[in-house]
């Protein structure tokens, strides 16, 4: 990358290419164009071919270690004008090929005055970038790109583009231009940023994850207190008793802790400030663990006390202390076997529920094998029967069955539910769903991604990504092979209607009667969106789905009502006293076009609400990103941008999305991004995440530097 790096990064790089460059040279000494595109990982040809051409300076139709690192560095060390020089004879397709080198030696640059620039080289330019980018846009558009960006920097209207017209119009744009001091050949990417691994125990890494940190130090602290107090208390009857019971004590604690499924729904109360609950799936696995090792030892020490003893000592309920620890032991460890990932997602899940079903008769048999067990496990132990019951009796409870199965871009599927009457959750609630027909016992949890104020249907969005998800693309895929098939009898209008509403370009959609279960909903720390005053919701991927529930709310709630007689209209939102909210700033970022494609049709209906609501106003603000497509800085996307920028202000809508807003290439600049937040000044700023737990940790970096709460969710 040719960028605003230091000079020790420079250095750092260009000992990076010319290791590089050594690998595939070999003894040869000089590569070929397609070496030259394999070595830097160039994937266009249009601009591998320009850069090899303009870095060839003897021509010789191969390219030394000398000129190319003779060459970098002269770019390195250009300014704004020369790199815009170097960017014009790129994009001068027909013109000869310059040499850059002697030239730059002694201060000059080939005079690209000479040359131009026409409608069909810019076509050309702008396919390439548009390949180099991963983007896609029909030839209408791309001949719509091509005549805004002549309109635009043919100032005399001659038909072409020379370069003080280039140099002019980009003087316009001081953003583009000031990137051009960062302008890029080759993606810095491919060489692996070392610096990347950042050791985990940073100090900043500590301060993330403090709650994490005193949870289980808490844990471990009173796990391994109980384990010393019973060991005291029996000490005087040998140090294999006194193992054996400081376990037993310490298995008291930990066999009533693994209640995974109850935990979840303590993540929508403000306890999940305090403690880390969106982990709470890795802790009931610690949890499993330290009972293993802990069921281990204290059977160890007992049977090492009954080898010095002579026979095992009676215990527990009827003295059958050394039958039901046995027992105990060949549950625990079968289900602590299947639970590893080679089992779960290895094509084997069945094997984990059925194991796992195994904690039933393990409850049983701790009441029987340790007498003081009860006190420990009644208070959880209740509250889990409770809620067992009531969710079964709730689940089988009517016919629920998918309306619709919308194949997405990406293996992405869109489920449409029939709802339940009695069914009541909040904006960004998740579900655990079973569908018999896919896996008669399994149940995976999914975010929901309509409004609560959608009265008849449930939206899910489930991306393809393992096993079971994996069979549900199919499955309905299998079933649009079939044919389409008619809407379920007995359907109205306002259920068609509400099903349709989250139609979009690129998706596959058909009726399907396929049966289904619910277990929820189980709330998050997305439901305090509503009582913040500066909302800040970033989705990356996949991770829009809670937010898309919760944007369509929030515009239900702030929809306007109109009395019939006096034609009187007012906004939901002022009667809506639970609602705070007085600015909303979404920002997703995807991965490439296709992904976008998720969620067009909702965000597009989203913008006109807001056009109707507020006209011209900016209540809620999205932000797209893609970061597929390179950023401005670099020489294979700063024509394209200039031109989708010069398309958009004249058409108010994005050529990529459709939108108003601008998809923006590349990944965010969080410290412009939370710089504008702070400025606008609307409020408490509270930031809600959604993604990978690596950009979770840059996000909440950025958020302690300026201030602002951050909630991370899970997906």
């Given at each position: 990358m040719l960028g605003t790096m230091g000079s020790a990064e420079d250095t750092e790089w260009l000992r990076w290419v010319s290791k590089r460059f050594g690998n595939v040279a070999g003894k040869e000494k000089e590569i070929s164009l397609e070496e030259f595109k394999c070595a830097l990982q160039v994937k266009e040809s249009f601009f591998a071919e320009r850069f090899f051409a303009l870095f060839d300076s003897d021509g010789s139709g191969s390219l030394s270690q000398e000129e190319l690192l003779g060459s970098l560095r002269r770019l390195l060390r250009g300014n704004s004008m020369e790199k815009l020089r170097f960017l014009f004879q790129v994009y001068d397709v027909d013109a000869p090929i310059p040499r850059l080198h002697g030239l730059w030696d002694i201060g000059i640059l080939p005079a690209p005055g000479s040359g131009s620039i026409d409608a069909e080289e810019l076509r050309v330019v702008l396919r390439g970038c548009l390949r180099e980018n991963s983007l896609s846009l029909p030839e209408e558009r791309l001949g719509a790109l091509s005549q805004a960006l002549l309109q635009a920097l043919d100032r005399d209207h001659s038909g072409s583009i020379t370069f003080p017209e280039l140099r002019e119009q980009l003087e316009a744009f001081p953003e583009l231009l000031e990137s051009l001091t960062g302008i890029c050949c080759f993606s810095r990417e491919s060489r692996g940023d070392q610096r990347a691994g950042i050791c985990c125990f940073s100090r900043e890494s500590l301060r993330d994850h403090r709650a994490r940190w005193c949870c289980l130090g808490l844990w471990v602290a009173t796990s391994a207190l109980l384990l010393a107090l019973g060991a005291r208390w029996h000490r005087e009857r040998g140090p294999a008793l006194a193992l054996a019971r400081g376990c037993g004590q310490s298995l008291n604690l930990n066999c009533a802790l693994m209640l995974r499924r109850s935990l979840t729904r303590l993540r929508s109360t403000p306890l999940a400030e305090l403690f880390p609950l969106e982990l709470h799936v890795r802790g009931h696995e610690r949890v499993g663990h330290l009972v293993l090792a802990l069921g281990t030892a204290h059977a160890g020490a007992h049977l090492a006390r009954a080898g010095l003893a002579g026979s095992l000592a009676p215990g527990g309920v009827g003295g059958c202390a050394p039958q039901t620890g046995l027992a105990l032991l060949a549950l625990l460890l079968p289900m602590l076997a299947c639970s590893s990932p080679c089992v779960r997602r290895g094509g084997h899940f069945q094997l984990f529920y059925w194991s796992h079903l195994s904690y039933i008769p393990v409850w049983f048999l701790l009441l029987l094998h340790a007498?003081?067990?009860?006190?420990?496990?009644?208070i959880p132990g209740s509250l889990f029967v409770l809620e067992k019951v009531l969710g079964r009796a709730w689940r089988r409870a009517g016919d629920l069955h998918i309306l619709e199965a919308k194949l997405l871009p990406s293996k992405v599927t869109h489920l449409v539910i029939q709802r339940p009457k009695s069914f009541r959750f909040q904006p960004g609630d998740f579900i655990y769903l079973n569908i018999p027909a896919i896996a008669a016992y399994e149940w995976h949890p999914f975010s929901i991604s309509s409004a609560p104020e959608q009265p008849e249907t449930l939206w899910l969005h489930i991306r393809a990504r393992g096993q079971w998800t994996t069979k549900l693309y199919e499955y309905f895929q299998q079933r649009e092979s079939h044919g389409p098939e008619p809407n379920p009898p007995g359907k109205g209008r306002r259920e068609r209607?509400?099903?349709?509403?989250?139609?979009?370009?690129?998706?596959?959609?058909?009726?399907?009667?396929?049966?289904?279960?619910?277990?929820?909903?189980?709330?998050?720390?997305?439901r305090r969106i509503f009582t913040s005053e500066h909302a800040v919701l970033?989705?990356?991927?996949?991770?829009?789905?809670?937010?898309?529930?919760?944007?369509?709310?929030?515009?239900?709630?702030?929809?306007k009502q109109s009395c019939p007689s006096c034609h009187f209209s007012w906004s939901e939102e002022r009667r809506d006293e639970e609602m705070t909210l007085r600015k909303v700033d979404f920002i997703w970022i995807t991965r490439d076009q296709q992904h976008l494609q998720w969620f067009l049709g909702l965000l597009a209906k989203l913008e006109t609400e807001q056009?109707?609501?507020e006209p011209g106003g900016n209540?809620?603000?999205l932000q797209l990103y893609m970061t597929s497509a390179l950023g401005c800085g670099d020489v294979r996307a700063l024509g394209l941008q200039l031109a989708l920028e010069l398309l958009a202000a004249r058409e108010q809508r994005d050529s990529i999305s459709g939108l108003r807003s601008r998809t923006r290439p590349g990944r965010p600049d969080w410290d412009k991004v939370f710089g504008k937040v702070a400025l606008e000044r609307r409020g408490n700023v509270a930031v809600f995440f959604c993604g990978s737990a690596a950009l979770a940790g840059v996000i909440r970096r950025h958020c302690r530097a300026f201030g602002f709460r951050f909630s991370r969710e899970n997906f």
């Open positions: 007498p003081q067990f009860w006190k420990w496990f009644l209607r509400s099903r349709e509403q989250g139609a979009g370009p690129g998706e596959t959609q058909r009726s399907c009667n396929v049966k289904c279960f619910l277990d929820g909903p189980y709330g998050t720390p997305s970033i989705g990356a991927g996949i991770g829009i789905t809670p937010f898309a529930s919760i944007l369509q709310s929030i515009m239900y709630r702030r929809r056009a109707e609501l209540f809620l603000e």
